[in-house]
């Protein structure tokens, strides 16, 4: 298992993941309808909750960015038989 591989299951790249997801779905209800759940669910505290969805998305950009600059490569090595 590559070390690329090993982070695709690490729970803090599942929990950003899921963070983007709720920003995302967050955002659609506040452009259709505008109205605001986050803010409706958590009151008070909401301000924490969208700094939280944003430094998840800087976390997965930054991610993905140093998957783009150094990819892992599997070689592939043939045996004899």
Do not use: C, R
Request: glycine share 6%; hydrophobic share 55%.
């Amino acid at each position: 298992m590559t070390p690329q591989q090993a982070f695709k299951d690490h729970p803090l790249q599942l929990i950003a993941k899921n963070l983007v997801i709720l920003g995302a779905v967050a955002l659609f209800f506040i452009g259709i309808q505008q109205k605001n759940y986050i803010a409706d669910i958590f009151g008070a505290s909401a301000q924490y909750i969208y700094v939280l969805i944003g430094l998840a998305g800087v976390f997965l950009a930054y991610k993905e960015a140093m998957w783009v600059i150094s990819p892992q490569t599997t070689q592939v090595t043939a045996t004899p038989a």
